[in-house]
């Protein structure tokens, strides 16, 4: 696979969120977080990205911990398309690298198309 720019990966990002918050559905979104960070060897993949309100992004950086239970950080060396996060407006749910998210259920799966 061809490794996404970050121009890409941020409308990519956009698309999916509408704009809201993915972590709380509750304020326009304006950061991209990345769940693997980047200086864990984190990339533009868009299922380790995050779009965030200012808010959820400062809670991540500063509470690593509850952030991981959501997975919404991720330890280095994470495979972020195979690890659930959980989005307020979804639950909890798979990101894929198009952008796009499906349902984490562990009897079905349904691909939900936000663009
Ligand atoms: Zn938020």
């Not at 959820?56 to 500063?62: D, E, L, S």
């Not at 919404?72 to 796009?100: E, N």
Request: contains cysteine; hydrophobic residues 35%; glycine residues 10%.
């Amino acid at each position: 696979m061809t490794p996404i720019s970050e121009r890409t990966a941020r409308v990519l990002v956009a698309r999916r969120s509408g704009g809201m918050c993915e972590a709380g559905f509750d304020a326009e979104a304006t950061e991209v977080h990345h769940r693997v960070n980047r200086s864990q060897g984190g990339t533009w993949d868009p299922a380790n990205l995050l779009h965030l309100c200012h808010r959820h992004h400062r809670w991540i950086t500063t509470n690593p911990r509850g952030a991981e239970l959501k997975g919404w950080a991720l330890p280095r060396g994470s495979v972020p398309g195979i690890k659930p996060v959980f989005m307020a407006r979804w639950g909890y749910v798979l990101l894929t690298s198009q952008g796009g998210l499906i349902e984490s259920a562990t009897t079905t799966e349904t691909t939900r198309r936000t663009a």
